[in-house]
């Protein structure tokens, strides 16, 4: 009995200390639908939860590292361009995104104390200037820059900042992010990501052994077990869940497993005008990883490299997401 004790000590010790299990991946044939769970009244209410909370004008407009120091870059953010550059401080700045003068797109300007100077003629456009510039509230995160150029929700106020998930903290941390447009509303992101049952079917080289925990899961709270997958054989096996902190956030937060506190948040971002058809969405996706696992630390010396594999994976799972998100709005909107 006692070297059957020490066997099984032994067992859970190496369990412990290495994360990938022996989880040969499925095939078709053997992999279980999802599809009862995936019940669409039960999607549309989680959806219409997430709606509920307000932005209150907020939205992501792009990556920290997006914005440097001394040159502006324009966005387009629910029908109109928005400059964002950086104040002498470092501070992220956000306006009007064409020049008062002759109306030049300041993108891609010098920008000299603070100020943005126009392409054109060299107009001076800051904080301080004469007409003053920086009109929007920006917020940078230290991983996404955020401008308050969104609709405030009725019975909601502007606030000084967004509305921010919790995060592992930065130097303990590798962030990587990318960007994509789709012909879609930002609800419809917004319920791709509620949907995490079709994780197995619509993307099975990623994820597997996949399960809702229903006793633990509510509209404004979906809880799960997946498996991220390490090839056909292996696969790390975590506990996460999703919630929504404004009406166009998702964050994943895995609260068990490899890797806790990790998170993968989704952000969607109106490129068109409220109401103009066809819209378009900028679905914006940020990893934070994190693990207290001596290898880790090794790949945060190494964060450049691990970031093009990060933002490799990240594309190819929004390659099909989109599509996702694509089809429910043609759907919702009679296209097809």
Known sequence: MSLLRTDRSWRAEVRGRVPVRYLPQATPAHLRGTWLEARPARIERAVADAL?????????????????????VVRRVAGREVVLWRDADGG????????????????????????????????????????????????????????RVGVVEDGAEPTQHPVLAARPVADGAIASVVSLAATCEPRDIVANRLDPWHGAWLHPYAFSDLAVDDAASSDDRLVLEVAYRLGRTFAVPVRAEFT??????????????????????????????????????????????????????????????????????????WADDLEYAARRYALRRGLV
């Open 52 to 72: 509920a909370r307000p932005t209150h004008g907020w939205l992501v407009v792009a990556a920290s590292a997006d914005v440097p120091r001394g040159r502006s």
């Open 92 to 147: 992220v700045l956000a306006g009007p995104g064409a020049c008062p003068h002759l109306g030049a797109r300041l993108h891609g300007c010098d920008v000299v104390d603070g100020a943005v100077l126009c392409r054109w003629h060299g107009m001076p456009l800051g904080r301080d200037t004469r007409p003053p510039w920086a009109t929007f509230a920006a917020h940078d995160d230290g991983v996404l820059v955020w401008a």
């Open 244 to 317: 929504c902190p404004d009406s166009h956030t998702v964050v994943m937060t895995i609260t068990d497993g490899e890797g806790v506190g990790s998170v993968v948040e989704t952000h969607a971002t109106p490129l068109t005008a409220p109401g103009e058809h066809p819209a378009r969405t900028v679905m914006t996706e940020a990893v934070v990883a994190t693990s207290d696992r001596a290898g880790f630390r090794v790949a945060r010396r190494l964060a450049p490299l691990v970031r093009v594999g990060m933002r490799a994976s990240q594309t190819q799972l």
